[in-house]
């Protein structure tokens, strides 16, 4: 079943196309109570597919980069793997066992995979830790990381 995630940010309604049919039917984003919840959907061409809300200010894209961050304390550069990016901040993965807390600010270097290989330098705040998954958002974007994360997601 195909699982189609929708932002709903700043809508007050969208409107659900069905993929099979085209078929269109509007939905008043303000009576979601459960913003993250898979919702199971069938069309009246009978066609099921699931969807999800969420509240991001940027659409987030899965993926999986290689990368290093290195703190203010220590600059060492420790091998993390980057799952997910937005314009707004990224997700990764780590296999060290340095104490990182919410709040934290670490410098973060990858390349995206476009065919420039753009390189991608900034400092970042941690937002959420969870084991070994770290949340953070942009803060100090190098050069033209913003125009060229814009791209990026076209």
Known sequence: MDLVTINITSK???????????????????????VGRIYKVKCACTHGFSIQFERRKYKRKKLKFIGTYSTEHNLTDHIID?????RGGLAFTRTDSNK???????????NLDNPEQDLIECTVLIRNVFDSRVCVEFLDMRGRMHTTLGFYFL
């Open 100 to 110: 990182l807390m919410l709040g934290d600010k670490i410098n973060i270097r990858f």
């Open 12 to 34: 007050e309604s969208v409107n659900l196309v069905c993929s099979k049919c085209g078929n269109a039917r509007r939905i008043v984003t303000s009576k979601l109570t459960h």
């Open 82 to 86: 980057i799952v997910d990016l937005s």
